[in-house]
Structure formats: C-alpha cells, structure tokens
C-alpha cells in the first residue's frame, strides 16, 4: 500500500504558495524574513521518564523544566499571526509529563493550530485521553521492541511499563471509535540488533490493538549525543531491509499500515551525496526547547548559530523576523558543514524537494 501518511517522504507539495515564496525570496533578506513557517516541534517538559538506548538529546541533560500554560498561549497567539500551522509535542523529554498538557492542547485548538505527538505514552492517563484527544491529528508511539523485556532495556526503564503503555493505547483506541474521531494513533520503532527479532510481535500487537500503523525506521546518529552504542550501526546488512519488507508484506493490509521507511534505509546504505545546502532551515520550521530557547532546526539544540530567541521573553513573531535568525540564515547558507548534520534528518526530504527547484531546476518546465 502506498503510504498514505508521507511518513518516509515529504509533504511541501501540498504547500505551494510556501515553497514559492522561498524560491521568490532567493538572497533577498527582506522577502526571506516575510517567510511563513509552517511547522514547529515544541518540547513541553525537559525531563524523561525513560532513559533510551537511542536518544539523541541525552546530551541536554534531562532538565526537570516545564513551559508553562501562560507562556505556551501568548506563544499560540502569536505564532498564529505568523501563519503557523502545525505543532508537534515531543523534543528534549516526554511532553505528556507537563502537568497542563491538556489545557495546552485546547489553547493550540483555540488559535486554529493543529497539534500532535511523539511519547513514550506512559503518561498517557485517561486524562489527556478524555480531554485532549479530539483535538489532537495523531499521537506516535515510541515502542522500540514487541517484548517488555528488550523493551525495558532499549527504553531503560521498568518491564511494567511495556503493558502500560498497551492499556494507554486501547482506552486512546476505545475512546477514539466511541466518539468517532478522526485522530491517527500509531507506533514507531527504529530498527536495531537488539530489536529485530521482537519486531513481528510490535506489530503484530499494534494491529491487533486497532492502531492506524506502525513505523519502521533506521537509527540515525546526532553528532552531539553522549552515547555513542550505535554510531557505527552498519545498515548495509541485508537482515534489515529483508526484516522490514518481510513485515510490511504480511501486515499490510486495509486499515492498517506498516509504514517501512525503506527510502530512509536506502540513503543510509547507498550513503549518496544529494544537497549542499539546508533550504528549510530557517524557512520553513523551528523548535522550541524546554527552556523556551527557539531553535531553527531541532537537530541542533545548544547550538549557538540556531539560536533565535526565546518565548518567555518575546513573541514568536518578533523572534521569527529578529536579525539573531538573519545571522543563522547566513551561517547556514554560508558556512554550514552539513556533515554535522544528522542524515536522514526531519527535513531530508524536503531539503531534496527544494534543492531540485532552486540549485538544480528543471529544463524546459513548460512541457509538461
């Protein structure tokens, strides 16, 4: 089946008004500061209940923050103005564990911005179930094993919790089908050694748990992380690809996917060459830390040459169109070594969407 979701593509055709403006703005600073950003990943809590073999902001220290009610609203109201459309909640740690998260939800809702998630989903009380799920678009799960045993020593955390985040899932599954909403509920797992064999039984279970789909995907490494357990993970072996295509073609079916990011896999184990410049960043997105620290691109949080500014003390509006992001749109034009960058990063695939229209256009477009 196709993959209805673009998990492991992109989705900027569906913005064109958006990628016209950038390609419009070229090197004219005052056209590229009038940009509208489309999309933002917010991280509402600092702090982790699980302590992950993979985890690519280990390197942040875990901080027990939390961006409160008051400062997330004023943030709605003006990040609406700029054009905002879409926020994810996932980032330096579990975003569930912020104590106002539901009422967050509803003041996104409010200013006409759709919301999402990336957890771990322990958190996942009946709460947030009740209160937020009708405004949610979708909720991925990550579910790095189909044991509570490999799951508990990827994820570094209690056995219990395996079954936890299971019961979590079919109240959200119970109470989406009894209110018919429209909200997407899945799983994601990275592919690693110490998973492989536990895969079948994930999604085996996702599906029969009455979730939308299950992602697989490859480990990618960030340059700044502390652990370094997989940095070497050599993807060219064939198990990996055989494991994910062998699931995808017994589990696919109507109503559930299995959403094998294969095009991830084969860039990884082709390691060619595609862009030389990011051109989303900073156009098209941005994140916002624990702290309120607003950041270009979430790959590199802490660093100084992404940081725009911070929420607590001014609008998002005001960060967006600050010379601190004329001087990171600059540094990413000019100096960026995009081999700190983390492959396959979130904007991959748009990166390679835009560089075909500005570094290597067409010829003769008009014949369609």
């Known amino acids: 089946m196709a993959d209805r979701f673009r998990i492991d593509s992109h989705k900027l055709a569906y913005h064109p008004g ?7 703005a070229g090197d004219d600073w005052d056209r590229y500061r009038q940009l509208e950003p489309i999309y933002a990943e917010i991280s509402t809590a600092g702090s982790c209940n699980h302590r992950c073999t993979f985890c690519s902001v280990d390197y942040l220290g875990y901080k027990r923050v939390f961006l409160r009610r008051e400062v997330l609203q004023r943030f709605f109201e003006s990040a609406s103005t700029l054009g905002l459309k879409a926020v994810m909640f996932a980032g330096d740690g579990e975003p569930m564990l912020n104590p106002d998260i539901v009422d967050i939800i509803g003041d996104a809702a409010a200013n006409g911005i759709e919301t999402s998630f990336t957890t771990n989903a322990v958190p996942m009380r009946e709460k947030f ?3 937020a799920l009708h405004h949610v678009s979708w909720i991925k799960v990550s579910m790095n094993a189909g044991d509570a045993e490999t799951y508990a020593a990827i994820h570094q955390t209690a056995e219990k919790d395996f079954e936890r985040v299971w019961k979590n899932l079919e ?7 009894t209110n018919d909403l429209s909200v997407a509920l899945g799983a994601q797992s990275l592919i690693l050694p110490d998973n492989l064999e536990s895969l079948d039984g994930l999604v085996s279970r996702a599906r029969d748990t009455g979730l ?6 490859p480990y990618v490494h960030n340059v700044y992380m502390i ?4 940095s070497h993970l050599d993807y060219t072996a064939k198990r990996y690809m055989e494991t994910v295509l062998t699931l995808q073609a017994e589990y696919d079916a109507e109503g559930f996917q299995v959403v094998a990011r294969t095009n991830a896999l084969s860039k990884l184990i082709s390691d060619e060459e595609s862009y030389s410049t990011c051109l989303s960043t900073p156009a098209l997105w941005f994140y916002v830390s624990g702290t309120g620290d607003v950041y270009a691109c979430g790959a590199h949080v802490g660093n100084p040459n992404f940081l725009l500014g ?3 003390e001014d609008p998002i509006a005001d960060i967006w169109k600050s010379e601190n992001r004329q001087s990171c749109w600059n540094f990413v034009k000019e100096e960026l070594d995009l081999s700190i960058c983390r492959n396959n990063c979130r904007m991959d695939e748009a990166n390679r969407y835009l560089d075909q229209l500005v570094d290597t256009p067409v010829l003769h477009k008009n014949f369609i």
Do not use: F
């Open 310 to 312: 911070n929420i607590h």
């Open 171 to 177: 109240l959200a599954v119970k109470h989406r089908e």
């Open 129 to 131: 179930i009740k209160g």
């Open 18 to 24: 958006r990628v016209q403006a950038i390609l419009d």
């Open 227 to 230: 652990q370094k357990g997989y």
């Open 212 to 217: 939308d789909y299950v992602v697989l995907k």
